[in-house]
Nanobody
Framework: QLQASGGGLVQAGGSLRLSCAASGRTFRNYAVGWFRQAPGKDREFVAALTRGGGSTRYPDSVKGRFSISRDNAKNTVYLQMNILKPEDTAVYYC???????????????????WGQGTQVTVSS
């Protein structure tokens, strides 16, 4: 069970931090990814953290602006989003996978568990 939160309305250039809390699972045993989906568009990879948290991966569209991190004590993964743009507007989902290798991190079908999504709206 994953619970995503932290979405909201923000002006372009602003920041938001999304949280993904896990219950019934120990997050450090899973690779964790964030994906987003805008209306009429395909689900898009945003960020991922490998099992154990040793490596991260981002697409070029968010590299340098977004950062994924994990707090093992709180069993929570965060997505810090800075310098937000209107094109970042979407529903954001967190996902966890038990056996996701590095090359598979950007692929949504690699993940076993999904949160319910949180809306992020960036106004221009």
């Amino acid at each position: 069970q994953l619970q995503a939160s932290g979405g909201g309305l923000v002006q372009a250039g602003g920041s938001l931090r999304l949280s993904c809390a896990a219950s019934g699972r120990t997050f450090r045993n899973y690779a964790v990814g964030w994906f987003r989906q805008a209306p009429g568009k395909d689900r898009e990879f945003v960020a991922a953290l490998t099992r154990g948290g040793g490596s991260t991966r981002y697409p070029d569209s968010v590299k340098g602006r977004f950062s994924i991190s994990r707090d093992n004590a709180k069993n929570t993964v965060y997505l810090q989003m800075n310098i937000l743009k209107p094109e970042d507007t979407a529903v954001y989902y967190c996902a966890a996978g038990e056996r996701v290798i590095m090359s598979s991190l950007p692929h949504f079908w690699s993940y076993d568990y999904w949160g319910q999504g949180t809306q992020v709206t960036v106004s221009s």
